[in-house]
């Protein structure tokens, strides 16, 4: 598995942080806190964790969606060759 070199946790130690939770030995505020991740990072990556059935595992934070996404029809219009003169 490729580990992100600017990753803070890999799959193993998040399991250990949520563990922790799990097991009542720190509050998740304080795992944020111990493991070096955000607040939030820490309520997403246990949300999300939850929710799946890979647990802990890396995932891709790519957005499912565009809503700002530049519509076909326009797309087109903007890729269409200059009209000759």
């Known amino acids: 598995m490729n580990i992100h070199k600017n990753a803070r946790l890999t799959p193993l130690r998040r399991e250990e942080m ?3 939770v799990v097991e009542g030995r720190l509050p998740k505020a304080d795992a944020a806190r111990t493991y070096e991740v955000t607040a939030s990072w820490s309520r997403d ?3 999300a964790s939850e929710s799946r059935d ?3 595992l890396d995932h891709s934070l ?3 969606t565009s809503p700002r996404q530049t519509q076909a029809a326009m797309a087109d219009v ?3 060759p200059p009209a000759a003169s």
Do not use: E, L, N, Y
């Open 62 to 64: 790519r957005s499912k």
């Open 18 to 20: 949520a563990r922790d």
């Open 54 to 56: 890979t647990g802990m």
């Open 78 to 80: 903007i890729m269409a």
């Open 45 to 47: 990556g246990w949300s």
